[in-house]
Each structure stands twice: as C-alpha cells, then as structure tokens.
C-alpha cells in the first residue's frame, strides 16, 4: 500500500506570548518573555509565585456567557486557536465530505481547575453533594475535540491523545497516520492546557519541577543555562490542520509544508526523570528520521523539548550528539520553552507551529535568557542563544517529552 502524503494547511496558537499565530512567531523572533507574576488566583504562599499566563484573554470575547461557563479554560484555548486554523485552511467549507473530516485533541491534564473548583466547593460546604452538572462533560479530557467536532460537523475520527507533556504531537502523529493510511481527508490536531492554577502549580512544586527563581522571573526559563532550576508553566493551546496533498492541491489550499513522519518511543526509565544518556529520546528521533526516510544530514534545526530542567536539557543534548553525530554542529537547536514556558499537553502543538513558520521565513527563533555556559553540556552545539538567526531551513525536527518516558518526534519540511 502506498501511503498518501500529508501537508499542513492550517494554523492557530494562543499563547502567553501571543495570541495568534502571527503575533506569537513575531515574539518568538524578537525574543519576548511571556513569564509575569502569576494573577489567575494569589500565590504569594506558593513557592513559584510566576507563569507564563496568556495576556489579555477574555472568553466573552470568544464566546457568549452562558457557552463560556460550559467550558473549562483548556477547552476555551482549543476552541479559539482551532478556530484560527480553521479559518486559515477554509475547512470549513460545506463543500468537502465532512465525514473525512476528523479532530484528534491532545491534553495532559484536561480541566484541571474545574476538577479543583468543584472539590473545593464541596469541602467547604456542608458535606451534602452539590456537583455542577457540567463538572463531568468540562473535566474530561477529550471534551476539547468533541466540541471542535461538534461545532464543524467534523465526523471522521475524534479522540483525544494523552501522553503528559508528548500528547499534542501524539495527536499530530495519530492525525498523520489517519491521513496517509487513507482513513480521512483532514485532520484537525493539536493541543492545549490550562493549569496555572492551584492544583497545577502546587503539584509542580510538590515534584521540586518548577523554577522558583521569583526574583528574576523573566528571565527563569533558561534552558542549557548553568543556574537552570526547573520550568516555568505555561499555558494556552495550539492547533495544526492536516491534510493529504492531492486533496489540498484539488480545493487550491494554502501549503505550508509537509508533515514528512513522526517517531514514538518511551524511555522505560523513570515516572518523572529522563534516561541519563538519553536513550528514548534516541530512539524516537531515529524512528521519526526512518519513518520520514530522511538521513540525520537533511535536518537544519532541532526545536528541543528544551524545558530548562537540570537533568533534561543534558539527556537531550546528548541524544542530539549521538543521532546527529558531527551534522549535530551544523544544526540550529533551540528551545522555544525560553519564552511560552512549558505548556505541558500544548508544547507539541506550539513547537511544531514554530518549526513550521521557520520553514515558511528561514530564520531559526532564539534560546533566550543564556548567560552561564553548563559545563556538563556540548557547548560546541549552537543553541541559537538569546538572538534569532537567519539560515536556510529545508527541514525541521521537534521533539516532546512527558512524565512516564513518552517520546514523540516531528519532521516537517519543505515542499
């Protein structure tokens, strides 16, 4: 069976540097930090006090009241980056077979902060069950692609992929395979999370995962930096619509480029730290080269999980080395995380989002807030450090990590 090709038509993002896609990429060029002190509820008992917030969202800018209260923000930062890609993609429109037409969603943790509000409503009651009868319907996970289906009437496949923080590029990856299997036309994919909130933050910090660098908040995302001491949360959402080529070229869509494979692997290590030498990450980025039938050289730029953790960024870089062998000194690296923050679910849509539009304008968005050079790391590698650069980009790769040892890879290239 020959396996039919996938291009991107699409593209939305709502994120704490940027709400839409072209304001998020300017930030990201201009090297902008999103982090602040936090103010969707008061930290100052916290041992983070700071996050990367989204700026200026307002849902009733998005939707009515009574729809806005239905849905827990995770599911909001969907609906509004999806709506952007579609509008980008003109899927909407009621000429194609929405039954080919499918959404894969991806979400960490879901509604967390519905979760919280309801059980703290019901420990501060009077112990009689008072349940919001949406609590269910807005928490659950997959809710997200079942209100994007719903509102397009897109009918094909729809689920949601949950692998921490690898699950927005499981669900380009699934998304992808649906595709050049035959099994849809388009595919909706991406991912979002909404957890600066009590629970999100306190569990963090509970895992010692979060930076609590509060006197130098801006800067605290500092990923391969030598005074790393954990990431920064972030939030929001980002969605990538997918399509099989002769369906995009025959309906005259706008290309981005093509979604050429996508890599899975786990690190079968650890529930929350990653193998020392790296091998998931390894594996996956090799699988994702295989499954593109690209060679470690057509690779221009790695856009690394990158979180700013004192273990992480050195498992990844070594696995980098290791892959690449001396193409890994030719390559542009950078870690994005060093202005969204760590959007958890969400990274793997924002990220592929990024190497996308390094594709589309040939310059390679910075590694910001670098002062201190690790001496445990590569420093012969260009991490593309604190200023953007200008290069030819045929092709790129984006790795995301999660709690568990999931590893999931992307290559989108040029077409």
Not at 13 to 25: K, Q
Not at 71 to 80: E, G, H, S, T
Not at 379 to 390: D, E, G, R, V, Y
Request: net charge negative; with cysteine.
């Amino acid at each position: 069976m020959e396996l039919k090709r996938v291009v991107v038509t699409g593209l939305g993002a709502l994120t704490p540097i940027g709400n839409s896609v072209n304001e998020y990429w300017d930030n990201l060029v201009n090297g902008v930090s999103g982090a602040a002190p936090i103010t969707h509820f008061n930290a100052e008992k916290f041992k983070t006090q700071f996050a990367c917030e989204l700026k200026g969202y307002d849902p009733l800018n998005h939707f009515d009241r009574k729809e806005a209260r239905k849905l827990d923000p995770f599911a909001q930062y969907a609906m509004v980056s999806v709506a952007e890609a579609i509008s980008d993609s003109g899927l909407d429109s009621e000429d194609l077979d929405k039954n080919r037409i499918g959404v894969i969603w991806g979400s960490g943790i879901g509604g967390i902060k519905t979760f919280q509000d309801e059980c703290m409503n019901f420990a501060h009651g009077d112990g009689t069950p008072r349940f919001n009868p949406f609590f269910i319907p807005k928490m659950i996970a997959d809710i997200a692609s079942g209100h994007i289906s719903i509102k397009y009437g897109f009918r094909g496949p729809n689920f949601s992929t949950v692998s921490a923080c690898a699950s927005a590029t499981n669900a380009l990856i699934d998304s992808f395979n649906y595709i050049r299997l035959g099994k849809a036309n388009a595919m909706v994919a991406g991912g979002s999370e909404a957890a600066v909130n009590e629970a999100g933050v306190g569990g963090f910090n509970a895992l010692h995962a979060l930076s609590t660098n509060n006197e130098n908040y801006a800067t605290a995302s500092r990923p391969f930096d030598a005074t790393r001491d954990g990431f920064v949360l972030g939030e929001g959402a980002g969605a990538v619509i997918l399509e099989e080529y002769e369906h995009a070229k025959a309906r005259g869509a706008k290309i981005y480029c093509e979604l050429a494979g996508g890599g899975l692997s786990a690190d079968a290590y650890h529930i929350t730290a990653p193998h020392p030498e790296g091998i998931g990450a390894i594996n996956v980025m090799n699988a994702c080269l295989e499954d593109a039938h690209m060679k470690p050289s057509d690779i221009d730029y790695v856009n690394v999980h990158g979180t700013s953790t004192p273990l992480g960024d050195i498992a990844e870089t070594k696995a980098i080395v290791k892959v690449f062998g001396e193409h890994a000194y030719k390559l542009n690296i950078s870690s994005t995380k060093s202005m969204t923050g760590h959007l958890l679910g969400a990274a793997g849509a924002i990220e592929s989002i990024a190497c996308i539009k390094a594709l589309e304008h040939q310059i390679i968005p910075p590694t910001i807030n670098h002062v201190v050079e690790d001496e445990n790391l590569d420093n012969k590698l260009n991490l593309t450090l604190n200023k953007a650069q200008k290069r030819e980009v045929n092709a790129a790769l984006t790795n995301t990590f999660g709690f568990g040892g999931h590893n999931t890879s992307a290559i989108f290239k040029k077409i």
